[in-house]
């Protein structure tokens, strides 16, 4: 078992390990347990009783968080010609060029929401095992391949904090909904925005119950086991 710092032990000792919290002592908790230097995100796992082996038992979707991400968002586009100078004048800070693309297949991915339209997936394609692993994949899905004069509309929205959710291999859902340093108030409202969104993307296949666990975690800090019944009512 990794040993645990003190500041660690320190937040730790403000929850009770057997206890299932509620949205509201969960989320004042959980900026109370912020210790690290920096301004730590906050983020929500998610169990769920899925098999993700079965395609009619995905679980994905994106939605645009009522206070944003509290950070930057780096977007890259894969566009050329006219769909490009779009791009790059709707605030892209990236537009995957040839060039790029071979940077990218070498490994990179210093950005956070990569973006494509439809003529520009054939190169795309190559790069899978590079941003698929890191949830960085264009999917029309997810609203991340899209025609030319979507592009400024889906810009936007990335960088005003619209996330995508993704169930893994292993059932479950890890989406940031801010920092530590938002109001109770904006954490509340964003926390909301998720589950939402996460019983809209239940599907019709699973049976019994759906989510099983959520967890709120900050940056490095302890989980906060949150009350099933409570938040999703």
Do not use: C
């Amino acid at each position: 078992m990794a040993k645990r710092g003190k500041k660690y032990l320190e937040a730790a000792e403000k929850l009770d390990p057997d206890k299932l919290y509620s949205r509201t002592e969960a989320i004042k908790l959980i900026r109370e347990t912020a210790f690290t230097s920096f301004d730590p995100t906050v983020e929500v796992h998610l169990r769920l009783g899925v098999d993700p082996r079965h395609a009619d038992q995905q679980v994905r979707d994106v939605l645009l968080l009522p206070h944003g991400l509290g950070k930057t968002v780096r977007v890259l586009v894969f566009a050329e010609g006219e769909d490009a100078r779009l791009a790059e004048e709707s605030g892209a800070d990236y537009i995957a060029d040839d060039e790029m693309i071979k940077k990218i297949q070498g490994g990179w991915t210093d950005f956070d929401v990569a973006m494509a339209v439809p003529s520009m997936m054939g190169k795309v394609g190559r790069l899978g095992r590079v941003l698929g692993p890191r949830g960085l994949m264009p999917n029309p899905r997810a609203g991340t391949v899209a025609p030319g004069e979507d592009l400024p509309r889906l810009i936007e929205e990335a960088k005003a904090g619209r996330v995508e959710f993704r169930v893994d291999k292993t059932s479950n859902v890890h989406t940031p909904i801010g920092k530590a340093s938002f109001s109770e108030e904006q954490l509340y409202d964003n926390l909301n925005a998720l589950l939402d969104a996460i019983k809209r993307a239940r599907p019709p296949a699973v049976k019994g119950a759906y989510v099983r666990k959520i967890t709120l975690a900050n940056t490095m800090g302890p989980g906060i086991k949150l009350d099933i019944m409570e938040a999703m009512p």
